[in-house]
């Protein structure tokens, strides 16, 4: 019996230092999540932890957004949130992360999509314009679209704020990296494009499409990036007993008020 073609993913996350776990940010987040690609990924369930079984739709509002904002212990504004959604046909999980506590660290948005979805000729478009819409509605620092058919795989334990894993199809540049890395040595990259997100960053996109040959036939491409941006910012060689270069983050928002005062 012939075996059965193994079907590819896709993972779009984007990092950010901003705190997002507010009403505004949750009401935003369901507008786009209804909306981004066409609506074609809206979500169909959603939940706090596993399983996502709760029905979703706008009447659901209410009580998500109650779970998004809410601190731990009540009065303390110390917030540790998951929000997660889920879609059957075409399959989308979905993961967001809110997190205000001790002395800070990123927030992120994170998705699982089917490839197959994307393999038409505007495929890698959507794909782009789903990655600006996370990255707008984050203020991300830092965002990454992984294909699960490439041959350049890493991977590794903790966050950007310890690392870069590796470089991807497409990887965004916020501010800090365009500190680090330098603004003008992103933009002469040894890559198919790079293009700005106004106000954000700069998206480096390694090749025309996620599936392009040189992206799913040789790690050649990818690593080259690596070496040009500076392999030490990326967990390769020695890590993680060598620590990563990594950018100044400042993490105030995710911080929580200091005193910390309870309500009874």
């Not at 990036?225 to 060598?242: C, I, Q, S, T």
Request: charged share 25%.
């Amino acid at each position: 019996m012939k075996a059965k073609a193994k079907k590819h993913f896709i993972n779009i996350q984007v990092w950010t230092t901003h705190f997002l776990g507010t009403a505004e940010r949750g009401q935003a987040l369901l507008t786009l999540l209804e909306s981004i690609d066409g609506g074609r990924w809206a979500p169909e369930r959603w939940n706090t932890i596993e399983p996502i079984r709760k029905p979703y739709s706008r009447d659901s509002a209410g009580e998500i957004i109650k779970c998004w904002i809410e601190d731990r212990p009540p009065g303390s504004g110390e917030v540790y949130n998951d929000l997660m959604f889920r879609r059957t046909k075409p399959r989308a999980l979905i993961l967001v992360h809110a997190l205000r506590l001790g002395t800070g660290g990123l927030n992120s948005i994170w998705m699982e999509l089917e490839a197959q979805s994307f393999l038409t000729g505007d495929g890698s478009d959507r794909l782009k314009a789903i990655l600006q819409g996370f990255v707008s509605w984050s203020d991300g620092v830092y965002g990454s679209v992984y294909y699960s058919g490439q041959a350049h795989k890493r991977t590794v334990q903790m966050t950007p704020l310890q690392r870069l894993d590796q470089a991807y199809w497409l990887n965004f540049f916020g501010q800090p990296y365009l500190d680090m890395f330098g603004r003008e040595r992103i933009l002469r990259a040894p890559c198919h494009a790079v293009v700005e997100i106004p106000g954000h960053g700069l998206v480096l996109q390694a090749a025309p499409r996620f599936d392009s040959p040189e992206i799913t036939e040789s790690d050649k491409l990818l690593i080259a990036l690596e070496e040009y941006l500076g392999p030490d910012a990326f967990a390769g060689r020695g890590y993680p007993k060598v620590p990563c270069r990594v950018p100044s983050f400042d993490l105030w928002e995710t911080i929580p008020p200091s005193p910390r005062v309870y309500s009874q």
